[in-house]
């Protein structure tokens, strides 16, 4: 199994920075994929981003939800078992509850795909 542990989060004013880190234990090399989701009070939870590597080499290939597009990026240091978010140029909008999650796929549909979550942490943007 694979075991993920979210931290960074924090509460923020509009337009400042954080950076989210995604912490993996156990068989790593079985979960090609990692994603960020994000689910704020009385919503869905979200897409935000995800990272493939096909090799142990390689540093991934990443998608990103087109409302987080030239603000955020994901990045993976595969030394250190850690996947890591930058996020810049933080909006009110961004606000949520993000959580990390893993895929045996490299090409996952959905939330649905992703076999292993961490427990989240709170991201506030606010004035």
Known sequence: QVRLSESGGGLV???ESLRLSCAASGDIYATPTIGWYRQAPEKEREFVATITTISRGDGGTTKYADSVKGRFTMSRDNAQN???????NLKPEDS?????AASPLRRPGGEGEFDYWGQGTQVTVSS
């Open 13 to 15: 004013q509009p337009g």
């Open 82 to 88: 850690t996947a890591f978010l930058q996020m810049n």
């Open 96 to 100: 949520g509850i993000y959580y990390c």
